[in-house]
């Protein structure tokens, strides 16, 4: 079983939509795949997803008040797909955001103790992957989900505001943490892929992460998206759509990151 989670400095870059998308291209291509909403700030799985939770929420489980099955909603039945898709929500009351943002250090060791139980119970269910949407920047919480994964895909956008904070994270964090990193930029304006603006990107990108850094591709801004007003996702709805072939490439290009696709029973 393989873990991903997407995270990002800023927010609005695409977590959700890309975390949602992949998982689904996963279960498409026959895995057995599980989306979990580890963004405390603003949880939204449910809302692509369009699903109207009620109980069964990450901070209940991450807390020990529920079990696995209790958080684990499975779509299959309701989408037509090689594998399976199963997602575990996030409670968006705003009460209860506030709540979980104020937990304290001792609460967040225990709950990456419970994250890594839940991958240790998914993994017994036989899980081919597990896509987790996370918090933007270093909160607690981002971080538990940076260290339980096997790979985090950095979301950026193509701006000083995104790309500055973005090389703060690699020092902080992925870097700190040992943990293998792999960049997708998105919403990326069509002209800066055209030459001669691409070169520069590149150049770009290329000084402020290195050479070494994994870059997984560039995903334009597709006003597709946004129209849908964040309650489709696409490559269940418009397999043809630019946005859905694009990003298929991309989750099929994540076996170049070292070993990420060698557990794997599926396709990557
Ligand atoms: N490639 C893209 N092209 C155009 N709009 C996008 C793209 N990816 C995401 N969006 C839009 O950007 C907004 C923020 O996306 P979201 O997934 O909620 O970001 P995050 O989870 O990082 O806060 C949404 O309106 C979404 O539809
Ligand atoms: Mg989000």
Redesign the pocket.
């Known amino acids: 079983m393989k873990t991903l989670t997407l995270h ?1 400095y800023k ?8 975390a949602a998308n992949i998982a689904a291209i996963l279960a498409q291509r026959g895995n057995k795949v599980a989306v979990l909403d580890l ?1 405390s700030w ?1 949880p ?1 799985l449910h809302t692509i997803f369009r699903i109207e939770p009620n109980s069964g929420f990450m901070h209940q489980y991450l807390s020990g008040s529920i079990d696995h099955r209790e958080l684990i909603t499975d779509l299959t039945p309701a989408l037509n797909l090689e594998g399976e898709l199963h997602v575990g929500v996030a409670d968006y009351h705003i009460d209860v955001i506030r709540e979980n943002l104020s937990k304290d250090r001792k609460w967040h060791m225990n709950a990456l103790s419970r994250l890594l139980h839940l991958k240790e119970e998914l993994r017994d269910e036989k899980f081919d992957y597990v896509v987790m ?1 996370s918090s ?1 920047g270093i909160h607690s919480s981002t971080v538990n989900a940076v260290v339980a994964s096997d790979l985090t895909l950095v ?1 950026c956008k193509i701006d000083n505001f995104d790309l500055d904070g973005t090389v703060q994270l690699m020092d902080v964090l992925y870097e700190r943490l040992d943990k293998e990193t792999a960049f997708l930029f ?2 990326v304006p069509p002209p800066m892929l055209e030459e001669p603006r691409r070169s520069q990107v590149e150049d770009i990108i290329e000084n402020a992460f290195g050479s070494d850094a994994v870059l997984m591709g560039f ?5 597709e ?2 129209l849908s007003m ?1 309650i489709e996702v696409h490559a269940l709805t418009s397999p043809d759509l630019k ?1 859905t072939r694009n990003l298929k490439d991309i989750v099929s290009r994540l076996s170049i990151v070292s070993g990420y696709a060698e557990s794997a029973s599926g396709e990557c």
């Open positions: 990002s927010g609005g870059t695409g977590r959700t939509t890309l963004d603003s939204s949407d933007p979301i998105n919403k995903m334009e801004y597709y006003p998206i946004p964040g946005f």
